[in-house]
């Protein structure tokens, strides 16, 4: 079981930028697939960017350009950079953990708590 605590939401004009955090209690977080995703009011959890244990990583078409996601192995930490923020990536966002790389929710079985994170227009 990993526990997984994401920081760094708030409020953002259209066109700014924040950094999610996402720490992580695992002995052996380096072996682990670590991702984004996030849920808007009155939607389906979306996958956002995934980084494979060779950092490899993969976005959705909508933040491609716009996200990077990254991983620091010494801090267990993965981390999200949203930038040219718009007022369609307001959505509480997810980090997640899990033993394969996938877009899909259902692979991953160790989620955190959730961040907001509201762009005004």
């Known amino acids: 079981q990993v526990q997984l605590v994401e920081s760094g939401g708030g409020l953002v004009q259209s066109g700014g930028s924040l950094r999610l955090s996402c720490a992580a209690s695992?002995?052996?977080?380096?072996?682990?697939?670590l991702a984004w995703f996030r849920q808007a009011p009155g939607k389906e959890r979306e996958f956002v960017a995934l980084?494979?244990?060779?950092?490899?990583?993969r976005y959705a078409d909508s933040v491609v350009g716009r996200f990077t996601i990254s991983r620091d192995n010494a801090k267990n930490t993965v981390y999200l950079q949203m930038n040219s923020l718009k007022p369609e990536d307001t959505a509480v966002y997810y980090c997640?953990?899990?033993?394969?790389?996938?877009?899909?929710?259902?692979?991953?079985?160790?989620w955190g708590q959730g961040t907001q994170v509201t762009v005004s227009s």
């Open positions: 980084i494979g244990r060779s950092a490899t990583a």
């Open positions: 695992a002995s052996a977080f380096s072996v682990y697939a």
């Open positions: 997640a953990a899990g033993p394969v790389q996938s877009t899909g929710a259902g692979q991953y079985p160790n």
